[in-house]
């Protein structure tokens, strides 16, 4: 059983040593000066003073006593004196967690140090910035994970070690901006190794691969027992137990060139133009394009990017795309302001057609806001404004009647001094109702149990609603009808004392005001009234 668990034990670090070999130890490479010795030197720089000798014996120096000044003295970094240099936390946004070694999670703030030894993670649309001793930078993207594993600096700082273990998610850094000799850092992931001197590059850890970046200067990509040279432009995949792919050229930074430099709304959209071979968009949001704290993240298979919330103020967005390989591009970025608050009320009232003079313009409340603006013009661009009022209401009637036409309106809500971007522009027309109908004019007439008469043809498109009754209030209705031509005929209706209501109805129903007319019985013929009188000379 005993056999059987060292075995298991030896295959576990055979595995990983050939997922993710470590670089061998590199010689720091130092410059003799006039008055150097040997013996200064190791007592200077070597972790055991006393190992001159072995110097000697390593550089095939034959005489100690008579040092060349200029040239080249090699030294193995393992003898070199070596002294822990913390990385410290330069920037920290959203939720982020370090466990230094024996403690237990907790939030880091900048300035601390970091030792070797302690795990960082980082939630969605959260960072965290880390700078290494010989002024590298490191930004821990959203949803990483990552072990400093050695971050030391040798021969009194004359050379700095970084080896960082990245176990899931994307790093970018900025390698040794100085270009200080001898200096290394290494970003070791499950597949692959990625190891610099001085450039910016990306790397990113996935469950069975690892993908790199260079956007400056090189990058030895090592995997498998093999290395490729990744020059800036390029990036590589490596699978896991699999040599790297031979490096392609990243894909150009995406054209933001027609993107607004001010944004009054929410959510953020951002529309671009399509770009050959993008698979993927990826964007970010920064308070300034240092990148130090990503506030933001988003990405989508098409070229649009939009991002749910974000305070008021100034950002800059940076914007790349992925290839098929998932490698991602060059980085475009884009300043912006954003100005949506307090926000904007939702308008809900007139639509599309209004039959009054004086509508009333209704709106959402929005919480916080203590008042709101009008405004009302001709023009969809607001030059010539026929309103602008404030009222502290979700409606506002319009105070002068309206000519017939187009208007556009628009609302914006106002909290303290602040007066927030107005609502998308709402388009309405005043369409008057129809008059009331000239009813005088004609000439009424009964005929046996018929009133007859001739209105006006109504307009085209509209035709007469009538009531006939016995009084004006209408309450006693003795007939209904209605004319597309103006012609009346009521019937059955007696000769007598009579109101005749008339008003002009639209196709859809909508209807104008009513006239209405009284029209008197006609006198009665000298026959009529001697019939009348027969039944009583009978008598």
Known sequence: MRRGLATLGLLLTVVFAQAAPPEPLPEWRYTLRPGDTLIGLSQRYLAHPAG???????????????????????????????????????????????????????????????????????????????????GSTLVLQPGA???????????????????????????????????????????????????????????????????????????????????????????????????????????????VSGLSVRYDSLPLRFDLPALAGATQWIGQIAPDDRFEQVLLEKSDDAPRLSFADLPDGDYTLRVRVADVLGLQGRDALHAFTLDAR?????????DARVRTARPTLQWSAVSGSEAYRIELARDAGFAGK????????????????????????????????????????????????????????????????????????????????????????????????????????????KPQTVYLAARLVEADGAAGPFATRRIDAPPRQHWELLLLLLPLLAL
Do not use: C
């Open 342 to 350: 307090p926000f904007a009320p939702l308008p809900a009232a007139p």
């Open 52 to 134: 001159w000798a072995r110097l000697q014996r390593h550089n095939r120096i034959a005489d100690p006593r008579r040092l060349v000044p200029g040239t080249t003295l090699r030294i193995p970094l393992a003898w070199l004196r070596q002294t822990p240099s913390p990385a410290t936390v330069v920037a920290v946004s959203g939720t982020v967690r370090v466990t230094p070694p024996g403690e237990e999670a907790r939030a880091p703030v900048a300035g601390e140090s970091l030792y070797a030894g302690t795990a960082l993670g980082t939630a969605q649309n959260s960072s965290v910035t880390l700078r290494f001793a010989d």
């Open 145 to 255: 994970r990552m072990i400093l594993d050695t971050v030391s600096v040798y021969a009194g700082g004359g050379m700095t070690d970084t080896r960082l273990r990245l176990q899931q998610g994307r790093v970018e850094v900025g390698a040794n901006p100085s270009r200080t000799s001898g200096s290394r850092l290494q970003v070791i992931t499950p597949s692959a190794v990625a190891a610099v001197r001085g450039t910016r590059f990306r790397v990113e850890a996935g469950a069975a691969l690892a993908r790199e970046e260079t956007l400056e200067g090189a990058v030895v990509f090592g995997a498998a027992g093999r290395d490729v040279d990744v020059a800036a432009g390029l990036g590589s995949v490596a699978e896991s137990g699999k040599p790297p792919s031979p490096p392609v050229a990243l894909l150009p930074a995406p054209d």
């Open 386 to 493: 026929i309103v602008a009022a404030r009222t502290d209401r979700t409606q506002w009637r319009v105070d002068a009647p309206l000519a017939p036409g187009p208007y556009h309106w628009r609302v914006a809500s106002i909290a303290g001094t602040d007066t927030g971007p107005f609502s998308p522009a709402q388009r309405f027309i005043y369409d008057p109702l129809p008059d009331a109908p000239d009813v005088n004019g004609a000439a009424p007439a009964f005929a046996g149990d018929a009133l007859a008469l001739q209105l006006p043809a109504p307009p085209a498109g509209l035709r007469y609603e009538l009531v006939v009754s016995s009084d004006e209030a209408a309450a006693h209705v003795l007939w209904r009808g209605e004319s597309r031509d103006g012609t009346v005929r009521a019937a059955p209706l």
